[in-house]
């Protein structure tokens, strides 16, 4: 078999590259220009269930009416779930591999009725809990990323 | 109103780490040849093709075509369905609906994958948004255990609990000679291997497979003509509901539903089936579990027990073989995971033993079996066969 094996031919991709150029929409753009540009969270209030999406969305997918007012919401909020990633793997945006381990949750911000997913600065798991506060820690350079917030810091005692 | 359909031959690969004898077609052909075998068929006798895998695993697009020879599919009506985890169960539904329809007699339903080709985290990154998922989204292993994490907080489930599920599936599988891996774990040994992403360890998680898995659905009008007994969809559903990667975690928050698409999929096929308690009625289960946390979880969705209640219930034996309802007789996807081809070796395992043709894995006396398809960020297709023929075709 390993004889047979070796005469089996395999292609490496290599150095692909295959440029896209993506579209955030008016309100994913507002959201966005809010973080790079004053380092606050906005979301979008639902008239009719008064659920506020962050990131805002135009249409409430269960009353399915068109969403406008914009709202701040609080760079602050808490935990939902969490997870300490300790395996390595290569982010495909990018070709290179976050070092592991790190914190990673999912947080409701303070005014927000849904769940935004994002890196928490703590890689022990036993001091991380449900129901745990943290506040958004910015990039000091932005460039309208979800990135640009580096990352949710608990906030401790 | 539909025609009645039954599945009147199975075939699929051995699930391998690697397969690289063989290109995607000449994979595709191996299961082909041995569903229509089964159905004493010959390629001319298809009258359409249903097949499905992730293109971003293999990084080749358009399988529906350049499958035409190994699939035997040439010249023929083929529509090609992806939908992520469920690719497998949605090929098998859309078959389903072929027939169903009454305008195709016998559809073959194909999946397939060789996630050997690729880095399976970071092909299923590609699938989300790239604005809000992802930058920060790690891929299937990290999102599990989120779910992982919340569930043991909100239930007294532990994660010895979760590694008695992996433990089972392993077992099982070493009555399949077509699962991927075969190994003998205890639950010293999953509890004491690597974390992926706490609380979700190595032991705990599916491998990655290149695997084909084809069907062959026919018409009430012509079941008749197929040497194998025929195995009766009683009914199908999916539900969708989240539309971002973050979505899910919601529910634990809100507390209204316990994996609703799950749930109210599950739901809505047992009320047009007839079934009131899953764990009474079924016979066997073959389910889309990718970690071990979800043979927990996905029970109380499934409506197999209360919230919070599959812990005892499985650690009693109620899911092994020789319980009240077996899940995973095959090993299950903790023990194979060619994606494309998962969800339809689900239903292929449900055929096989509703047919008593599932070998050393049997269950004695299969008269109702349920499958499940897992995808994303948490859909699911549910399907129900069953040995007898339905008062009627149902959605």
Redesign the interface.
């Known amino acids: 078999m390993s004889e047979?094996?070796k005469d089996?031919i395999?292609l490496e991709?290599g150095e692909m590259a295959q440029p896209?150029r993506?579209t955030?929409g008016a309100y994913?753009s507002k959201f966005?220009t809010e973080l790079r540009d004053n380092k606050k969270f906005v979301g979008v209030k639902c008239p009719k269930c008064g659920k506020v999406y962050v990131?805002p969305?135009r249409v409430c997918?269960p009353c399915y009416v068109e969403l406008t007012e914009l709202v701040p919401v609080s760079g602050e909020g808490e935990v939902?779930?969490?997870?300490?990633?300790?395996?390595g793997?290569?982010?495909?945006?990018t070709g290179t591999q976050k070092p592991v381990p790190y914190g990673?949750?999912?947080i409701?911000l303070d005014g927000s009725d849904?769940?935004?997913?994002?890196?928490i600065d703590e890689t022990d798991?036993e001091k991380i809990t449900?129901g745990a506060r943290v506040k958004a820690v910015f990039e000091e350079e932005r460039t309208g990323?979800?990135?640009d917030i580096k990352h949710f810091e608990l906030i401790r005692g | 109103m539909g025609k009645r359909v039954a599945i009147t031959g199975v075939g699929m690969t051995h699930q391998r780490s690697a397969r690289p004898d063989v290109n995607g077609r000449e994979l595709i052909n191996e299961a082909v040849r041995m569903a229509l075998g089964d159905a004493g068929m010959t390629r001319s006798d298809i009258d359409a093709v249903v097949i499905g895998n992730m293109d971003h695993f293999e990084g080749i697009n358009y399988v529906d075509t350049w499958s035409v020879d190994g699939s035997g599919g040439l010249m023929k009506p083929i529509m090609k369905l992806t939908t992520g985890g469920t690719t497998g169960t949605t090929v098998a539904m859309g078959a389903y609906y072929h027939v169903a329809s009454g305008l195709f007699d016998r559809v073959l339903a194909i999946g397939w994958e060789k996630n050997s080709e690729s880095d399976t985290t970071g092909a299923i990154i590609t699938a989300f948004d790239p604005f809000w998922d992802r930058p920060i989204f790690a891929g299937a292993v990290a999102g599990l255990a989120m779910e992982a994490t919340a569930y043991m907080h909100a239930t007294d489930a532990t994660e010895e609990d979760a590694a008695y599920v992996a433990v089972r599936e392993r077992k099982h599988a070493l009555n399949n000679p077509y699962a991927h891996l075969h190994i003998n774990m205890t639950i010293a040994d999953v509890m004491g291997s690597p974390y992926l992403s706490w609380p979700v360890k190595m032991g705990d998680m599916c491998p990655r497979t290149d695997g084909a898995c084809a069907l062959v659905f026919a018409s009430e009008d012509v079941v008749d003509d197929f040497p194998q007994r025929p195995v009766w969809i009683q009914g199908v559903a999916d539900r969708h509901l989240w539309a971002y990667t973050s979505d899910p975690y919601l529910d634990f928050k809100t507390g209204e539903a316990w994996f609703p698409a799950m749930q109210k999929s599950s739901q809505d096929v047992y009320r047009r089936v007839g079934i009131t308690d899953p764990l009474e009625q079924f016979d066997v289960a073959e389910l889309y579990l990718p970690y071990s946390f979800a043979g927990l979880r996905y029970m109380e969705s499934l409506g197999f027990c209360e919230k919070g209640g599959a812990p005892e219930l499985t650690r009693a034996g109620a899911f092994d073989m020789g319980g009240k309802c077996p899940v995973n007789p095959s090993g299950g996807v903790m023990s194979s995971n060619a994606i494309g081809a998962t969800g339809l070796i689900r239903v292929a395992e449900c055929a096989w033993q509703i047919q008593g043709r599932a070998g050393e894995r049997q269950v004695p006396d299969v008269k109702l079996a349920l499958a499940t398809g897992f995808g994303g960020c948490f859909w699911s297709d549910v399907l129900v066969l069953g040995k007898d023929k339905p008062e009627k075709a149902r959605g």
Do not use: C, N, Q
């Open positions: 047979e094996k089996l395999t991709s896209f993506w955030a994913g966005l990131p969305r997918g939902v779930t969490y997870t300490v990633v300790s395996f793997f290569v982010d495909p945006a990673y949750a999912a409701m849904t769940v935004l997913l994002h890196f798991p449900i990323s979800l990135l």
